[in-house]
């Protein structure tokens, strides 16, 4: 299965995650990480506006020098108890993060915006993951591996974060920074994306 964009598209991030999952659907983009600022408030813990208002902010900065483009940027954060889980400064931070989520259910939500000119489209989507109860001993080795630094919440579901999670309710893909499924409805809803192909032909 294979899709073509109706614009130059660009994609404003640097999540190698995101490239991947874009790339699997076939269309050509670039990609221009954004250096917007990631420093906004939370109002009334509505976490879908949030992740929206951040992945808006991120577009708008590439979109302003690239204004016959339609550029993609996202936002990715984990929610427990209340509180935003960004990407951990540390590794101490990690350990506290992972600490907390052991044996609990958290949310996590992605927020997407489509920036084309004047046009801004976004959405969100909410995962929930419940991580088992986790010993010292595991929780040292994911974080000593490194791999949760450059990730919300300090684990990446796509890796050997995977073994700190006991279930999922909700989309996968959009634990891993962009959810997919959705994502290609609305791009193709608003005109953005074709399916190429498509229709079986019968050579009999
Ligand atoms: C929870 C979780 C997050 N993540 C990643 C997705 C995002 O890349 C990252 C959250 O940080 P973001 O700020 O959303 O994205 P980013 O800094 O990686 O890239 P950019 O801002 O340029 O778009 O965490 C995983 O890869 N796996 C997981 O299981």
Redesign the pocket.
């Known amino acids: 299965m294979k899709f073509v964009s109706n614009v130059p598209i660009i994609l404003?991030?640097?999540?190698p995650?995101?490239k991947e999952l874009l790339q699997t659907l076939g269309f050509h983009f670039e990609v221009l990480?954004?250096n917007a600022d990631?420093a906004i408030d939370l109002i009334d813990e509505d976490f879908n506006g949030y992740v929206e208002r951040l992945a808006q902010r991120?577009a708008k900065v590439v979109s302003e020098t690239e204004k016959h483009s339609l550029v993609i940027?996202?936002?990715?954060?984990?929610v427990f108890n209340g509180n935003v889980y960004?990407?951990p400064s540390t590794a101490e931070e990690a350990v506290k993060f992972l600490t907390s989520f052991a044996g609990k259910t958290h949310s996590?939500f992605t927020g997407i915006c489509l920036q084309y000119g004047e046009r801004t489209i976004s959405f969100s989507e909410e995962t929930k993951v419940t991580f088992k109860p986790l010993d010292e001993q595991l929780i040292k080795a994911y974080v000593d591996s490194g791999d949760p630094m450059?990730?919300?919440?300090g684990?990446?579901?796509?890796t050997t974060?995977a073994l700190l999670v006991e279930k999922i309710d909700g989309d996968y893909l959009n634990?891993?920074?962009l959810p997919l499924s959705k994502f290609v409805d609305v791009m193709r809803k608003e005109g953005f994306l074709e399916l190429k192909g498509g229709v079986f032909t019968d050579d009999c």
Do not use: F, L, N, W
Not at 155 to 158: L, P, S, V
């Open positions: 404003a991030s640097g999540s995650r995101r990480p954004s990631e991120k940027a996202a936002d990715t954060i984990v960004p990407k996590v450059d990730k919300a919440g684990y990446g579901i796509q974060g634990v891993v920074g």
